[in-house]
């Protein structure tokens, strides 16, 4: 696959998908078959579960919808280079940290905070993406050393304390809501989906991105610089975990070390369903970025139904282990079809 | 029958038998949710049974979130609202950051208290009720002085750094410390053990590097007071003086076996038992008095003590009798000093 062959597909289907007719690639899509999981998950929650369907509960699950979507594209944008990255978490927890610094400690103005904090995820993601093409090793023993560094450089100089006096537009942000029930957390991840998709679809750093991925050689040999565009990849990844972990400080209205759990490993599951269960492809070279929101809704709607079933929480968390597990062989299934189909 | 099960028993039947009431039909459903998954908390399921039973209440459920993690814990009291719970009994996983949460769950017809820990004025919990934890760290701590004879050197083992309580129990254990004008010296503070795999590791490392240094341990949290107990035990040093916390099994044996001078006894049942008792109160009519005589600690004003006391070797047998006796006397205090009901 060239760079070429990526110019006008849509961000899930590639070149050769264009030759299907647009009911087949419907129908191979994995967001159609997530748009029918979702449909049937919530006619049957909200038939058999009262309060399912309350303003409070869309309201809610809404708003985690939008953060978890936040955390699967970081991850889907390392995917896309056959990559992952298992700092997101850390990454997120510092810059949000970082954040709080600036806001409680710096006296920095709240617009110039955030995009300094995401920024600095940026600047996080470059040390790993840099150290990955450096040094040719796979990221996932780079990015499994980073995490533990990020994170234990962070309980260091924060002495593990919450920075917890924020602008109170920060928690205003977080309680916003549209119509009484529509999350600004969950408009703004679909904003960011939005620019995401674009960025894959008509830029040609996104294009690169994509061709990078599918087959750095094939990349190489066509003039794409992999090993920038490699880090290219890793400092967005930091950017959008940063971006998460300031929609959880807006959230809390706190930056609190232990948000996404010890090393920041809390957010390992939701990064890697939401983006598998939409279709990007865990070898490279393809991303479904609203298939990774899709994918977000999917898990955080049968959670939440689980939840008010009263199914164990510990259940709740084995029930999301086999739903990565049947994401990632439906994935190789997937993959086998469309290399099979000669779509990829 | 377990010794914790029979205290949870015999507390639960003096204080029915204290209240007096029997209360048929109340809407109150009441979610007792922990931080996150903790032994201290175990207490917590029977007391909301217990007061299910003995109050009436519409349910008294003991949730746990499936991590440590504040996110969980708020995801987790969302649902718990829209399922129908009404009253909330919550330990914060942050003491700032649980407060939005707390904010949206009364502003959709909850009430809730902060349980074992408090959240940081201003809050929307109706007061808070736990363990006064710097007093009783530095009870403890004063009496691990005692025994060490009034001098020596002390390592402090205690809880999560993201617990509220755990800074309010390192400054006290230190204030301790200081007060004996340098003949006691804190010598290590070893924080954000309180589960096995780290308090096993770093209190073992201590202890192989220091026991010829160390002259007592003071541990403010459960699971360093159990493995600190048991490292004791296995190396057989009688020497090394300790004061615990809590009330499991192994403590309270090593107690009676001389390797632990003490433990300072906390209430985790009285305060669900009692916070669910409240709250269904609240929801019948009743209201705070004006002139409550709330205590106050360094996040809140509105703070009531559940109770601390602390046994040695003489009261490790009778020591249910204390707590109970704790219990009935905050109870009777409830209806009396913070209560005002038609």
Not at chain 2, 3 to 29: E, Q, V, Y
Request: charged share 15%; glycine share 12%.
């Amino acid at each position: 696959m060239t760079p070429s062959d990526i110019t006008h597909t849509s961000d899930a289907m590639p070149v050769a998908a264009g030759r299907q007719s647009l009911v087949q690639r419907l129908a191979f899509s994995s967001e159609f078959g997530l748009v029918l999981l979702i449909a049937l998950a919530v006619v049957i929650f909200a038939s058999t579960l009262p309060g399912f369907t309350s303003p409070f509960s869309l309201f809610t699950i809404g708003r985690q919808i939008g953060i978890d979507t936040m955390i699967g594209l970081a991850m889907m944008a390392v995917i896309v280079t056959g990559g992952l990255d298992l700092s997101v978490g850390a990454i997120g927890v510092c810059s949000a940290m970082a954040f709080g610094w600036m806001m409680e400690s710096a006296g920095v103005p709240l617009a110039l905070g955030v995009p300094l904090a995401v920024l600095f995820g940026a600047g996080l993601g470059f040390l790993n993406g840099a150290i990955v093409v450096r040094s040719g090793v796979h990221s996932f023993i780079i990015t499994l050393a980073s995490m533990s560094i990020f994170f234990g450089v962070m309980i260091f100089l924060s002495q593990a304390q919450a920075f917890r006096t924020m602008p109170p537009e920060v928690l205003g942000f977080g309680k916003l809501r549209f119509g009484g029930l529509l999350s600004a957390l969950l408009v703004f991840s679909l904003v960011v989906c939005a620019a995401l998709s674009a960025l894959y679809r008509f830029t040609s750093l996104g294009r690169q991105m994509l061709a990078a991925g599918a087959n750095p050689r094939a990349a190489e040999i066509s003039g794409v610089r992999t090993g920038r565009i490699f880090i290219a990849c890793h400092m967005l990844t930091g950017a959008l975990a940063a971006i998460a972990g300031l929609m959880i400080t807006a959230r809390t209205g706190a930056a609190v070390p232990s948000m996404a759990g010890h090393l920041g490993q809390d957010w390992l599951l939701p990064a890697f369903l939401a983006p598998v269960l939409g279709g990007t492809l865990l070898s490279g070279g393809r991303v479904a970025v609203f298939g990774t929101f899709l994918g977000a809704a999917l898990v955080n709607i049968i959670t939440s139904g689980l939840l008010l079933m009263r199914v164990g929480e510990f259940w709740v968390q084995a029930f999301l282990g086999l739903m990565l597990l049947a994401a990632v062989l439906t994935d190789r299934a997937r993959h086998k079809l469309l290399q099979r189909r000669g779509m990829i | 029958m377990k010794k914790t099960t029979i205290h949870f028993a015999l507390t639960a039947a003096t204080l029915a038998l204290t209240a007096g009431l029997a209360f048929a039909g109340s809407d109150t459903k009441v979610a007792l949710v922990p931080g996150g998954p903790h032994p201290y908390f175990a207490a917590w399921e029977q007391a909301g049974l217990d007061a299910v039973k003995d109050f009436g209440i519409g349910a008294g459920d003991y949730r746990v979130p499936q991590k440590w993690e504040l996110s969980q814990q708020s995801q987790l009291l969302e649902s718990l609202l829209t399922q129908g719970y009404n009253s909330f009994l919550i330990f914060p996983g942050d003491a700032v950051g649980t407060s939005p949460v707390v904010q949206e769950l009364v502003d959709n017809g909850g009430q809730a208290l902060a349980l074992a820990g408090c959240l940081k004025d201003p809050t929307p919990a109706l007061f808070c009720m736990g363990t006064d934890t710097g007093n009783s760290a530095y009870l403890g701590t004063k009496e691990l002085i005692k025994a060490m004879g009034g001098k020596g050197k002390i390592a402090h083992f205690t809880g999560f750094l993201v617990d509220p309580n755990t800074q309010l129990r390192i400054d006290a254990v230190q204030k301790a410390a200081d007060e004996t004008n340098g003949a006691v010296t804190v010598m290590q503070v070893i924080a954000d053990i309180d589960a096995p795999q780290p308090a096993e590791e770093k209190i073992n490392a201590f202890l192989a590097a220091n026991a010829a240094g160390v002259d007592g341990i003071v541990t403010t949290a459960w699971v360093p007071a159990v493995t600190a107990a048991n490292s004791l035990r296995k190396i057989g040093d009688k020497r090394i003086k300790m004061v615990g916390i809590d009330h499991d099994e192994v403590v309270i044996k090593a107690i009676k076996d001389g390797f632990v001078s003490g433990t300072m006894l906390q209430n985790p049942y009285g305060q669900g038992y009692i916070g669910s008792y409240v709250l269904d109160k609240l929801r019948s009519g009743c209201t705070i008095k004006a002139d409550a005589p709330w205590k106050s600690n360094a996040l809140t004003v509105k703070f009531v003590d559940s109770g601390t006391v602390y046994v040695d070797a003489t009261q490790a047998d009778t020591y249910v009798d204390a707590m109970r006796g704790i219990s009935k006397t905050l109870l009777a205090s409830m209806d009396k000093d913070f209560l005002a009901c038609k």
